[in-house]
């Protein structure tokens, strides 16, 4: 026979995170306006996170998600050493320049 337990922890765990890891993976569209835009009006590490995505689009990366993006930009922003303190910026400036489907 088996035997069931009843547990105070849920077995879904943060599942809003989940959800968002998962929408992570859909593809992205950019404002080409928008970037533009930034690009001509930021200066200093805002600018070098603009020029990222700039840049990651040129690539010829065959995933243009956010997850992929997130990667490439925190991966440069460590070898330029300025990698400390920018997530908040990183997602004002990904929520103003992309359509996420």
């Known amino acids: ?20 890891y998962i929408k992570s993976f859909a593809p992205l569209k950019l404002n080409q306006s928008n970037l533009n835009h930034y690009l001509n009006s930021s200066t200093g590490t805002k600018l070098t996170i ?13 995933c243009k998600n956010l997850h992929n993006l997130k990667l490439y930009i925190n991966a440069n922003l460590r070898k330029l050493g300025i990698y400390k303190n920018t997530c908040k910026l990183q997602k004002r400036i990904i929520s103003k320049i992309f359509l996420i489907n």
Do not use: A, D, R, Y
């Not at 026979?1 to 989940?18: A, D, E, W, Y």
């Not at 603009?50 to 065959?62: A, D, G, Q, R, Y």
């Open 50 to 62: 603009i020029n990222l995505i700039s840049n990651f689009f040129t690539e010829k990366e065959p």
């Open 1 to 20: 026979s088996q035997n069931f337990f009843l547990v105070k922890t849920p077995c879904i765990l943060n599942l809003s995170q989940k959800l968002n």
